[in-house]
């Protein structure tokens, strides 16, 4: 059983106080000069280039460019660094999704719903696609570290940080400020993945040494930047229209859970001879939520249903390093108390750090429950397609955690009501709100669902719930 080490790289990502979630370095931006007829054809893919259009645009058009796409199998089978070989990635991603979902795009177009894709990948995509994702060891199709968004971004002022509206994509599909404020927003949100990640670690250190100023230091540094998080998550609203999400959201569509779309899945031509499923590339692939989850206990009260078996399983769909530090982190909270971070804190009689808990875990429910509301207007409002982007059903996948998160908040309530604390101290004030709070949250989530549950309903109905009990998000 491995404790939680200070960091966890693979030459590309390294987990630590430093980078938290993001790239130690910048992304490429652009492929080495060896490879410009792919990264070519990569800018001249969007759908909307400048005043102009792109060959996403017009029908057909990115399946006759890539017939003169060399193979740069060779080329790509020598590479050694570990950053170009994730731009490779990068761009073999992007071209695959685009090629295989040009059809259900422009069907959708048309008519409103998606059609079906291609599901055949010529060879000259094919095989340096897979080639590269054997190097970064994760599967060969889009996905959200490597491929579109944390490692897909530049800074348009090198001088400032990592804010959405200094960021811009370095590989796209629809060419729109949408797009690019949706992924981007993803991005400004790990720019605080540090001091989250070093929180994390140092709470853990801090429990096993029974160090409690320093525990609930940490903690404390913990709850305050999932709130700065948060703030930064309630930007999306302004980042990316609701009501334009439709302009790139196909094109990030995994094959997985998407039959519908694929059929038995993708043949790689001069790879596999039998048709392949991947997931596609989806926010719940973040790290931050879920290394929240395992941290706080929320991952104790995960269902044993099909939902969190979708959540395991994206667990896969990370690089190797973030896997292991996963890893570590659940050994490091097991190995501490059999019931994690609030059972040594009830053993320490750390009531400022249970409070501080308690708080980190009404942040996680904000998180979840503004992911929520995006869903009811991204999604729920533009399409009828029931699937998300990683291939799990829409409607269930996020109440599902939500549920999970506020029973962790009525296990650690209850600890901290026997102790019949009478100090009037911050903490305890902290405690106090998010006690009267809770049975308001827990309500919302009932009405909304059974509204949802029934055959035919409003999405704009489940929307105005958060108004009427103050939990509206935007």
Not at 14 to 28: A, H, Q, R
Not at 359 to 368: H, M, Q, S, T, V
């Amino acid at each position: 059983m491995n404790f939680i080490k200070s960091q966890y790289s693979d030459g590309f990502f390294n987990v630590n106080s430093i980078n938290g979630f993001l790239p130690e370095k910048l992304p490429l931006e652009k492929l080495p000069v060896k490879y410009s007829p792919l990264q070519e054809i990569l800018d001249n893919m969007p759908i909307k280039i400048s005043n102009g259009s792109g060959y996403l645009d017009e029908v057909g058009k990115i399946h006759q460019v890539v017939k003169s796409l060399p193979n740069f199998i060779r080329d790509v089978s020598t590479e050694k660094d570990t950053r170009v070989i994730q731009a490779l990635f990068r761009g073999y991603s992007f071209l695959s999704s685009a090629y295989t979902l040009e059809p259900s795009f422009q069907y959708f177009r048309k008519t409103g719903t998606y059609g079906k894709a291609k599901n055949i990948l010529p060879m000259q995509i094919a095989q340096p696609f897979v080639e590269v994702s054997n190097k970064l060891d994760v599967f060969p199709w889009l996905d959200y570290h490597y491929a579109y968004s944390l490692g897909n971004f530049k800074k348009i002022d090198k001088s400032k940080d990592h804010k959405w509206s200094n960021l811009d994509m370095c590989v796209r599909f629809s060419g729109q400020p949408d797009e690019t404020g949706f992924i981007m927003l993803h991005v400004d949100i790990n720019q605080h993945s540090p001091a989250l990640v070093g929180s994390v670690i140092g709470t853990l250190q801090s429990l096993k040494n029974n160090n409690n100023d320093n525990s609930i230091k940490f903690l404390k540094q913990n709850y305050e930047t999932m709130k700065i998080m948060n703030s930064r998550r309630k930007e999306m609203w302004k980042a990316s229209r609701w009501n334009h999400y439709n302009d790139f959201r196909v094109f990030i569509m995994g094959v997985k859970g998407n039959e519908d779309l694929f059929g038995e899945g993708v043949v790689y031509s001069g790879v596999w001879k039998e048709p392949k499923q991947f997931r596609g590339q989806t926010g719940a692939q973040d790290d931050i939520i879920p290394m929240e989850d395992i941290f706080s206990g929320v991952i104790k009260h995960y269902p044993k249903n099909e939902l969190t078996k979708y959540l395991m399983d994206l667990r896969k769909y990370r690089p190797k390093c973030i896997q292991s530090f996963f890893l570590d982190l659940e050994s490091s909270v097991k190995s501490i108390n059999s019931n994690g971070v609030s059972g040594i804190l009830h053993e320490q009689k750390n009531h400022k750090g249970l409070c501080y808990l308690l708080g980190i875990l009404e942040e996680i429910y904000f998180f979840r429950n503004g992911h929520w509301q995006f869903v009811q207007k991204y999604i729920m409002a533009n399409t009828k397609y029931s699937k998300a982007t990683g291939g799990t059903p829409i409607i269930s996948w996020i109440p599902n955690q939500m549920k999970a998160v506020m029973k962790e908040m009525c296990n650690i309530i209850d600890v901290i009501d026997n102790y019949n604390l009478k100090d009037n101290y911050q903490e305890l004030e902290l405690f106090k709100r998010i006690k009267m709070s809770l049975n308001k949250k827990e309500k919302l989530l009932k009405d909304q669902l059974e509204v949802v549950n029934k055959k035919i309903f409003s999405s704009d109905e489940v929307f105005e719930l958060n108004k009427k009990y103050n939990l509206s998000d935007n």
